[in-house]
């Protein structure tokens, strides 16, 4: 069974940055294609970024240049550094990982082990 757990969600003002983490299972990490998700109320879930088992990268632009996607071989640990931050960036994110992605992507639905989630509000 695959189980993902993000921290790291918090409250900042606008401009300010946090750091998401996902810990994941070793094989998890090594073999699955992994990303960062979000969904804000009233809203469908959206691909933020996501990272493949090469360390190749997506980002959706909306964050491109602000949030980088990384993983810590050593910790079998994924991480958002999100930098930047915006109040539309408010959401609850989530990790998830993906052993049927064959093309890198973010889109949310190629992804099928999903962690609970973690919040994250921007205030202006």
């Known amino acids: 069974q695959v189980q993902l757990v993000e921290s790291g969600g918090g409250s900042v003002q606008a401009g300010g940055s946090l750091r998401l983490s996902c810990a994941a299972s070793?094989?998890?990490?090594?073999?699955?294609?992994m990303g960062w998700f979000r969904q804000a109320p009233g809203k469908e879930r959206e691909g933020v970024a996501a990272i493949d088992r090469d360390g190749a990268t997506s980002y959706t632009d909306s964050v491109k240049g602000r949030f980088t996607i990384s993983k810590d071989n050593a910790k079998s640990t994924l991480y958002l550094q999100m930098n930047g931050l915006k109040p539309e960036d408010t959401a609850l994110y989530y990790c998830?990982?993906?052993?049927?992605?064959?093309?890198?992507?973010?889109?949310?639905?190629?992804?099928?082990?999903w962690g609970q989630g973690t919040q994250v509000t921007v205030s202006s």
């Open positions: 998830a990982a993906s052993n049927i992605v064959v093309v890198l992507t973010t889109s949310p639905r190629l992804y099928n082990y």
């Open positions: 070793t094989y998890t990490y090594r073999t699955y294609c």
